[in-house]
């Protein structure tokens, strides 16, 4: 690919809602530009965006792709960013890279919240934004009903673009309010111009041009002094006039244009294609990027090509053949290929080896990318979310903020001696995924896989085996209970046993007594050396092997305090291990006399949520034996909820939240305390344990 200049790239990231039809956009824009000889279907695994295995067996999106293509004298980068929430790191760093966000809407159902979110992502990270009607030839689509949504949903920056022209309940032709000419399209989706409906005839319609024209004007007047004056005095804009006022309006966030298209037919694809080149905001026009100098002080990163190198990482893809993949926009300079940058997140040299441009999984290798471009870079050690820099100005773009895991399973290899494999091929998929962590539960002692819901680590358990030839079985994590006593005793623990030649012999007598300690405490009060001092050591010993284990459950003990008080010994037979031995056995007999209860681990849980769905929440973590502390309005319509809930019952919380908020809800959850478990619960609980070990 040739250099280009910054004013002629665009960087779009498709977003919205799982099935908005965002991959078979992508496809319909590749094939009408020419960068795909055919046109592919999602259904047939035959898409350029969707080549992942597994996304072609789910017939889904499961991470963020890169289409790079040639269209009219532009460079456009398209970033296909998936719509389902167990993903929802890919479209953050999609949205990151890209300077607009098209955000798909389906004609047939409406505004949904994976729309919402890209949404809200976009203002967040402060892009520009467009939203696109698809599946418009949907016998079920009515897209004047989604452009009210739209309104009522998103406010008055809503302005519509390209409209179609229903007659019957069927679309006869589609208007584009800028150019203000109507088109047909063939069964091949060229465009043949029309003549534009005309005030007579337009009782035939079921929308009436002039005020949808009228919307355009009024949002493009908003945009400068000079357009608001001339509209009021009723002059009509020209097209420049409009073009400009919504490329000026869409790049300060006061103009949201919204266009319709059909991927299957093409309908409208052309017009899109015209949209990018026209409306959309080259990297150059963007708000400068934040950064941070070594000194921690703010500077402002333009777009611009004589400007040192600056790069940010957004995306990084483990793939076994071809080693590590990082995804990267140029900010600012030049990035070439076989040069050594500044890596700025870690202060430590960088080896840049080739440089691609890609088109789904088509790479091509180039030697160098410029400021606002996209490319991918093999082998560097650079993680996402780093930055690249040129050594003579080191700067640090600040890191995208993910949601926290919030759904675990536990992981175990189907083959012995796959264990360290495991841990190796999933630190790979976690510099793939911020979202995934892999931690070892230090009291149940197993490894635990933790995502953003179920299909997130079903997916991951699939790429292990694709990726990496490792088959996990995937189990819900044991909860880590512990035992406690609740009364003082004092015990005996005797051990005697005579054989030929020297036998073994230790007494002792123990106080066992409830403390506060996750450890075990041991304290020793023997007068007249009842018990020599050499052997104090090896009663410790025997009471700290012993609370590993519990009379209850066999579950760790904790809050024990073991005080040596007395015993005997004999001069031949007494050893160490004699003593050890006895020690155990007043564990056993102290703890089963010392009224023994099993104790299980609460977390503090905070629930951010619609303020309608607060009561059913409420009612939900009351049935999961939670208790609700408090209730606190957060704006925009959401409340935080906080409560304290047990940990056995929070398995499958993330998947009734998403269900009950339609995927507007979230929460954290972090673990505080131990409590007693109800004595209900004790049989089943002991039972299951017992099962588990």
Same mark, same amino acid.
């Given at each position: 690919?040739?250099?280009?200049?910054?004013?002629?790239?665009?960087?779009?990231?498709?977003?919205?809602?799982?099935?908005?039809?965002?991959?078979?956009?992508?496809?319909?824009?590749?094939?009408?530009?020419?960068?795909?000889?055919?046109?592919?279907?999602?259904?047939?695994?035959?898409?350029?965006?969707?080549?992942?295995?597994?996304?072609?067996?789910?017939?889904?999106?499961?991470?963020?792709?890169?289409?790079?293509?040639?269209?009219?004298?532009?460079?456009?980068?398209?970033?296909?960013?998936?719509?389902?929430?167990?993903?929802?790191?890919?479209?953050?760093?999609?949205?990151?890279?890209?300077?607009?966000?098209?955000?798909?809407?389906?004609?047939?159902?409406?505004?949904?919240?994976?729309?919402?979110?890209?949404?809200?992502?976009?203002?967040?990270?402060?892009?520009?934004?467009?939203?696109?009607?698809?599946?418009?030839?949907?016998?079920?689509?009515?897209?004047?009903?989604?452009?009210?949504?739209?309104?009522?949903?998103?406010?008055?920056?809503?302005?519509?673009?390209?409209?179609?022209?229903?007659?019957?309940?069927?679309?006869?032709?589609?208007?584009?309010?800028?150019?203000?000419?109507?088109?047909?399209?063939?069964?091949?989706?060229?465009?043949?111009?029309?003549?534009?409906?005309?005030?007579?005839?337009?009782?035939?319609?079921?929308?009436?041009?002039?005020?949808?024209?009228?919307?355009?004007?009024?949002?493009?007047?908003?945009?400068?002094?000079?357009?608001?004056?001339?509209?009021?005095?009723?002059?009509?804009?020209?097209?420049?006039?409009?073009?400009?006022?919504?490329?000026?309006?869409?790049?300060?966030?006061?103009?949201?244009?919204?266009?319709?298209?059909?991927?299957?037919?093409?309908?409208?694809?052309?017009?899109?294609?015209?949209?990018?080149?026209?409306?959309?905001?080259?990297?150059?026009?963007?708000?400068?990027?934040?950064?941070?100098?070594?000194?921690?002080?703010?500077?402002?990163?333009?777009?611009?090509?004589?400007?040192?190198?600056?790069?940010?990482?957004?995306?990084?893809?483990?793939?076994?053949?071809?080693?590590?993949?990082?995804?990267?926009?140029?900010?600012?300079?030049?990035?070439?290929?076989?040069?050594?940058?500044?890596?700025?997140?870690?202060?430590?040299?960088?080896?840049?080896?080739?440089?691609?441009?890609?088109?789904?999984?088509?790479?091509?290798?180039?030697?160098?990318?410029?400021?606002?471009?996209?490319?991918?870079?093999?082998?560097?050690?650079?993680?996402?979310?780093?930055?690249?820099?040129?050594?003579?100005?080191?700067?640090?773009?600040?890191?995208?903020?993910?949601?926290?895991?919030?759904?675990?399973?536990?992981?175990?290899?189907?083959?012995?001696?796959?264990?360290?494999?495991?841990?190796?091929?999933?630190?790979?998929?976690?510099?793939?995924?911020?979202?995934?962590?892999?931690?070892?539960?230090?009291?149940?002692?197993?490894?635990?896989?933790?995502?953003?819901?179920?299909?997130?680590?079903?997916?991951?358990?699939?790429?292990?085996?694709?990726?990496?030839?490792?088959?996990?079985?995937? &189990?819900?994590?044991? %909860? =880590? +209970? !512990? @035992?406690?006593? *609740?009364?003082?005793?004092? /015990?005996?623990?005797?051990?005697?046993?005579?054989?030929?030649?020297?036998?073994?012999?230790?007494?002792?007598?123990?106080?066992?007594?409830?403390?506060?300690?996750?450890?075990?405490?041991?304290?020793?009060?023997?007068?007249?050396?009842?018990?020599?001092?050499?052997?104090?050591?090896?009663?410790?010993?025997?009471?700290?092997?012993?609370?590993?284990?519990?009379?209850?459950?066999?579950?760790?003990?904790?809050?024990?305090?073991?005080?040596?008080?007395?015993?005997?010994?004999?001069?031949?037979?007494?050893?160490?291990?004699?003593?050890? &031995?006895?020690?155990? %056995? =007043? +564990? !056993? @007999?102290?703890? *089963?006399?010392?009224?023994? /209860?099993?104790?299980?681990?609460?977390?503090?849980?905070?629930?951010?949520?619609?303020?309608?769905?607060?009561?059913?929440?409420?009612?939900?973590?009351?049935?999961?034996?939670?208790?609700?502390?408090?209730?606190?309005?957060?704006?925009?319509?959401?409340?935080?909820?906080?409560?304290?809930?047990?940990?056995?019952?929070?398995?499958?919380?993330?998947?009734?939240?998403?269900?009950?908020?339609?995927?507007?809800?979230?929460?954290?959850?972090?673990?505080?305390?131990?409590?007693?478990?109800?004595?209900?619960?004790?049989?089943?609980?002991?039972?299951?344990?017992?099962?588990?070990?």
């Amino acid at each position: 690919m040739k250099e280009y200049d910054v004013n002629k790239v665009k960087n779009i990231a498709f977003a919205g809602h799982n099935g908005s039809g965002k991959t078979s956009l992508a496809e319909a824009i590749l094939y009408k530009a020419g960068a795909s000889d055919r046109l592919g279907k999602t259904a047939d695994g035959t898409t350029v965006c969707d080549y992942d295995p597994e996304e072609i067996k789910r017939q889904i999106s499961i991470s963020t792709a890169l289409a790079s293509f040639e269209y009219n004298g532009f460079k456009v980068n398209l970033l296909d960013t998936p719509g389902l929430f167990d993903f929802a790191a890919e479209m953050i760093e999609g949205i990151r890279a890209a300077d607009t966000v098209m955000i798909t809407v389906s004609a047939k159902s409406g505004v949904k919240v994976g729309a919402r979110k890209a949404y809200e992502e976009a203002v967040k990270q402060g892009k520009s934004k467009m939203f696109v009607v698809t599946k418009i030839d949907d016998k079920d689509a009515n897209f004047f009903n989604v452009l009210t949504e739209l309104k009522t949903v998103f406010g008055p920056t809503v302005c519509p673009v390209v409209v179609p022209v229903v007659s019957n309940g069927k679309i006869v032709e589609y208007v584009n309010l800028i150019e203000m000419k109507c088109y047909k399209y063939d069964a091949k989706g060229n465009a043949i111009e029309t003549e534009m409906p005309t005030a007579e005839i337009s009782e035939k319609f079921e929308y009436r041009v002039d005020g949808l024209v009228a919307a355009v004007s009024e949002a493009v007047a908003e945009t400068s002094e000079e357009l608001m004056e001339k509209f009021f005095e009723g002059e009509a804009f020209t097209q420049k006039e409009l073009i400009d006022g919504i490329h000026d309006g869409m790049n300060r966030g006061i103009i949201t244009p919204v266009v319709c298209t059909s991927a299957s037919d093409l309908a409208g694809i052309d017009m899109l294609l015209k949209e990018i080149e026209l409306l959309l905001p080259s990297p150059d026009e963007v708000y400068a990027a934040e950064a941070y100098t070594p000194t921690k002080d703010v500077v402002d990163v333009k777009c611009d090509l004589n400007d040192p190198l600056s790069a940010f990482v957004f995306k990084t893809v483990a793939d076994p053949f071809v080693g590590k993949m990082s995804f990267i926009r140029v900010m600012s300079g030049k990035l070439s290929s076989n040069s050594e940058v500044m890596n700025s997140t870690t202060g430590t040299s960088e080896k840049i080896g080739k440089l691609y441009s890609l088109c789904g999984k088509k790479q091509t290798e180039i030697p160098a990318a410029y400021a606002g471009d996209i490319v991918v870079a093999s082998k560097i050690s650079a993680n996402t979310g780093s930055t690249l820099s040129d050594p003579s100005r080191v700067v640090e773009f600040a890191a995208m903020e993910f949601p926290k895991p919030c759904y675990s399973m536990a992981v175990k290899a189907k083959a012995q001696g796959d264990e360290a494999k495991i841990s190796t091929s999933i630190q790979r998929l976690i510099e793939e995924d911020p979202t995934l962590t892999y931690v070892q539960d230090e009291t149940t002692k197993e490894q635990i896989l933790s995502g953003l819901g179920e299909q997130h680590i079903e997916v991951a358990a699939a790429k292990l085996k694709s990726k990496f030839g490792v088959e996990v079985n995937l &189990t819900v994590p044991k %909860i =880590a +209970y !512990k @035992e406690t006593i *609740r009364k003082k005793v004092k /015990v005996q623990g005797r051990h005697k046993k005579q054989s030929g030649g020297h036998g073994q012999f230790g007494d002792v007598w123990i106080e066992f007594e409830p403390c506060v300690s996750d450890t075990l405490v041991f304290e020793e009060k023997i007068f007249g050396g009842a018990v020599p001092k050499n052997y104090f050591p090896a009663v410790q010993k025997g009471l700290e092997e012993s609370v590993r284990k519990g009379v209850l459950a066999g579950c760790p003990v904790v809050g024990l305090k073991a005080i040596l008080v007395d015993g005997s010994y004999h001069p031949v037979d007494s050893s160490e291990m004699a003593f050890k &031995t006895a020690a155990s %056995i =007043a +564990y !056993k @007999e102290g703890l *089963r006399q010392a009224d023994p /209860v099993m104790l299980e681990p609460i977390g503090e849980l905070k629930v951010t949520a619609p303020d309608d769905n607060t009561g059913d929440i409420m009612g939900e973590l009351n049935k999961r034996r939670g208790r609700v502390l408090g209730m606190e309005p957060v704006g925009s319509g959401n409340t935080v909820i906080l409560a304290e809930v047990p940990m056995r019952e929070m398995h499958d919380f993330a998947m009734y939240l998403r269900q009950t908020t339609r995927g507007l809800g979230s929460f954290t959850f972090d673990f505080v305390r131990y409590e007693q478990l109800p004595a209900n619960l004790l049989t089943e609980v002991i039972s299951a344990v017992g099962d588990v070990e």
